[in-house]
């Protein structure tokens, strides 16, 4: 998939490159070299877990992503020349896409902001017909189909 990656604070300046779409990376990662080229700073490290078990440890920043009409900003892991340009979780919800595993295709997924009912107070959606209570726990939830589950 070709995506566009640049640095938050020069959104204007990018360079297009082809991720591998990857349904369980939490974080994109782009090759360091690029990151630098476009003044993307790294803010912290962070360690990984490979499928192996051995532990790597990688620089993270922030890097500005746009995908056809689509921008967003989302962490993004320096790349060392062994990695896969790969493109995340993170990113894809910052670009408010999702992905369907098994059409293998990108969706738009529905943005939800809550409405403020005053200071401090948000306005509760309906409630769904349907609810689920556990007396025992005393738990109570309820499903909305818009939102998911609340507790």
């Given at each position: 998939m070709?995506?566009r990656v640049?640095?938050?604070a020069?959104p204007?300046?990018?360079?297009e490159?082809?991720?591998?779409v990857?349904s369980?990376?939490i974080y994109?990662v782009?090759?360091t070299?690029?990151l630098?080229?476009?003044?993307?700073?790294?803010?912290?490290e962070?360690e990984?877990r490979l499928?192996?078990?051995?532990r790597?440890?990688?620089?993270k920043?922030?890097?500005f992503f746009?995908?056809?009409d689509?921008?967003?900003g989302a962490d993004v892991?320096f790349?060392e020349?062994?990695?896969?340009?790969l493109?995340?979780?993170?990113?894809?919800?910052?670009?408010?896409?999702?992905?369907?595993p098994?059409?293998?295709e990108l969706?738009?997924?529905?943005m939800?902001l809550a409405?403020w009912?005053g200071?401090?107070?948000a306005?509760?959606?309906?409630?769904p017909?349907?609810?689920?209570?556990?007396?025992?726990?005393?738990?109570?939830?309820?499903?909305?189909s818009e939102?998911g589950?609340r507790?």
């Amino acid at each position: 998939m070709r995506l566009r990656v640049g640095n938050v604070a020069r959104p204007e300046v990018t360079e297009e490159l082809d991720f591998l779409v990857d349904s369980g990376a939490i974080y994109s990662v782009v090759p360091t070299e690029i990151l630098s080229r476009l003044g993307v700073q790294p803010l912290a490290e962070q360690e990984f877990r490979l499928a192996n078990g051995t532990r790597i440890v990688r620089k993270k920043g922030v890097a500005f992503f746009r995908y056809e009409d689509r921008v967003g900003g989302a962490d993004v892991i320096f790349g060392e020349p062994e990695d896969a340009v790969l493109l995340g979780a993170f990113t894809l919800e910052a670009l408010g896409l999702c992905l369907d595993p098994l059409r293998r295709e990108l969706l738009p997924v529905p943005m939800v902001l809550a409405a403020w009912s005053g200071p401090g107070r948000a306005v509760t959606p309906p409630r769904p017909e349907g609810r689920i209570r556990d007396t025992g726990k005393k738990l109570r939830a309820s499903l909305d189909s818009e939102v998911g589950w609340r507790l």
